[in-house]
């Protein structure tokens, strides 16, 4: 009896030491992430490689912080614009969240992607009217094999307009709660041993949250397309780039449920092999002969410039205006080569079905638009540097704190009114847009680029900036 009663404490010792060996054991764990991959479908591949070979080493988690695809036609043209999460799922991603472009072509096509994935999507700051983002989560928990208790939280950028960059139709039904106020609260809400934020709401609100609120081990951001490597108030801040150049690598070791280190780094993706199996997919995905069709040709290689330039003409000649407008955001190439242009090139660099609008404005408006688009507090991405390419010149003149205070334009006339082509984008979301005689054409500017490339190739464009900043 006592021999027995000894045994069964000295096995329950065993055990209790067992349990403690393994909770005060040493573990890592990796997270890797990726922001704005704009369905890049180039370095999917190598992904793919990193990913499995660092899980064959060690307890890996892969998350994104928004904006999945507008950029490849491959994907945007495809339903539901799947692919590049049918991509993810390949890899094998734990979790994500939303990014403005998620949104670009329309609810019902966000609501399938997120049905389609195999992981969650997380974001705390949106609410929807109807049920039909019934699966779209606002935290996700993962665990370690160690019991290390990993929770994320998602949010996306939102502005005073009350909703992120885009159409406004593309948010009807929809509510966006302050991306700082929301995730500070469900910081404070989730209890895990290390706290997540995927933040698709730049660089400057994410260090912005991080210098209010340090609930947050690690804030893997995205939608200002830094690469980012930085510490705010003990809070590890990282953002990839864009199209999948970078994958961040979070290690995380504990000891038990204690954090010991964490560190983070940027690792560039083309020094990993192609993974084949996925190779074989992007062929699929890639099997699209419409996109392959060559619609004319440049007779030099162009940068960005030279596609803002080459855009604000194409639509003032097609306009049959005095000028053309177009936001820098809206051309999504940082240039073209030399040689053939393909549908699919064109549809890469206009892939929002923007449409024409019509105007008449006189330089006074036009001065009132540019300057309150510089001067812009509220969307610091878009603030501050020239964002609306012209094909009329002019210079904006800054102070020494660089705030705009006012624009000369060279070729205009002050008092008179101007037929101005610009952009649909423009119209609906600038602010002090204002002017008479306003009209929504039924002109597609994919449309127009088509055309123009299709009558006057080899085309010829001059990369020199007629827009300036000047210091005074």
Known sequence: MKKGLYSGIFGNFIVFGLLMYIMLSPSEFVILSTNDMHASLGNASRLASAVKECRDTVFTIVVDAGDRWTGNAYVDLAEHRLPIIRIMNEVGYNVATLGNHEFDAGQQTLAASIDYASFPIICANMQSEDNRFAKLGTTSRIKTPAGVIIDFVGVVTSFSNGHPDGNASNFEGLTFENPLDAAEREGEAIDGDIKVLLSHMGDDRDMELAGRYDGYDIIIGGHTHRLLDTVVNGTIIGQTERKLKYV?????????????????????????????????????????????????????DINHIGLGNLRTEIMRKAAKADIGIYHRGGIRLTGMSKGAVTTKMLFDNEPFFSQVHTIEMTPAQLRKLIISKYNDTVNAKESHRIDLYASTPYNIIVNKRNEAYDVEFPKLKEGRRYKIAIADYVARTYKDFEGENEVRTPMLVYDLDAAYFAKRSPVKVSCEPKQRIVVR
């Open 248 to 300: 961040g690598a979070t290690r995380v070791k504990m000891r038990g449920r204690k954090v010991l280190s964490i560190e983070y780094e940027n690792i560039p993706l083309a020094g990993y092999a192609k993974d084949e199996a996925m190779e074989h997919l992007i062929d699929e995905i890639e099997d699209n002969p419409a996109l392959k069709v060559v619609v004319g040709s440049l007779a030099q």
